[in-house]
């Protein structure tokens, strides 16, 4: 009876050690001092081993206002240039003509971006006046040659894309007017002329980022302007 109680138990031992030794032998010690399972996998040299992910030293991320493209500028002289396109309605007490042009605006303060300063030449047409004299037909038709220099001042108000202008400047503008009688050009003559200006508007960013001006000047007559930036 003892002889088979230390067999039973000599058979038992051995059942645990052959399911111990396969076990312990998919338990491999990590070098960092952590625990791994091998799954039956021949271990790995270092030349095989996966790439880790490896991070800069430093890492920095742009704000909001710095992410959002901004308006095409250019860089002449140390200060930053905004040229733009430009077209609009010229009115006066008479008729309405057509203006097309491009200007150029620079800020010359560093320490300043509310104050700008801008140049424009702009070209327009007026159809002029006709009427019938003796059976014929007399008419008028003028152009507009019209060169600017203005200072402004920006307001930007909080929380809005938004930004509101008022300036004034020198313009100078050349004035040509011809008639016709019949289809027969009969006379033409040219005025040179300058004055003061007023002007006020608006601008905003379209969702690429390039900036659209609405303004409106005040001169001899009144000129309506819109401008994108490129």
């Known amino acids: 009876m003892r002889i088979r109680t230390l067999d039973v138990m000599f058979l038992g031992m051995s059942l ?6 396969p076990a312990s032998a998919q338990v491999t010690a990590d070098p960092t001092g952590t625990t ?7 271990p790995s040299t270092d030349s095989e081993a996966a790439p880790m992910l490896r991070l800069p030293a430093t890492v920095s991320f742009l704000d909001d206002d710095q992410a959002k493209p901004g308006s095409p500028t250019h860089q002449v002289g140390g200060k930053q240039v905004t040229i733009d396109v430009q077209g609009g309605l010229s009115l006066d007490l ?9 200007g150029v605006t620079f800020k010359p303060m560093k320490d300043n971006d509310r104050f ?3 140049a424009d030449v702009n070209y ?8 019938m004299f003796a059976g014929t037909e007399v008419s008028s038709s003028g152009s507009l040659l019209l060169f600017s220099v203005n200072a402004q001042y920006d307001f930007r108000p909080q929380d809005s894309n ?7 400047g020198l313009a100078i503008f050349h004035f040509g007017i011809s008639e016709s009688a019949g289809g027969i050009n009969v006379g033409s003559v040219s005025i040179n002329s300058s004055g003061l200006q007023l002007l006020g508007g608006m601008a905003f960013n379209l969702a690429g ?6 303004q409106i000047r005040f001169v001899t007559g ?5 401008g994108v930036a490129f």
């Open 116 to 118: 700008e300063v801008s």
């Open 16 to 21: 645990v050690t052959a399911f111990c030794i």
């Open 94 to 102: 008479a008729t309405t003509g057509f203006l097309v042009g491009g």
């Open 36 to 42: 791994a399972t091998n799954l039956g996998q021949a």
């Open 162 to 168: 938004k930004m509101f202008f008022l300036g004034g």
């Open 209 to 214: 980022g390039r900036e659209v001006r609405i």
């Open 222 to 226: 009144t000129l309506i302007l819109v």
């Open 124 to 131: 327009g047409h007026h159809g002029g006046q006709s009427a």
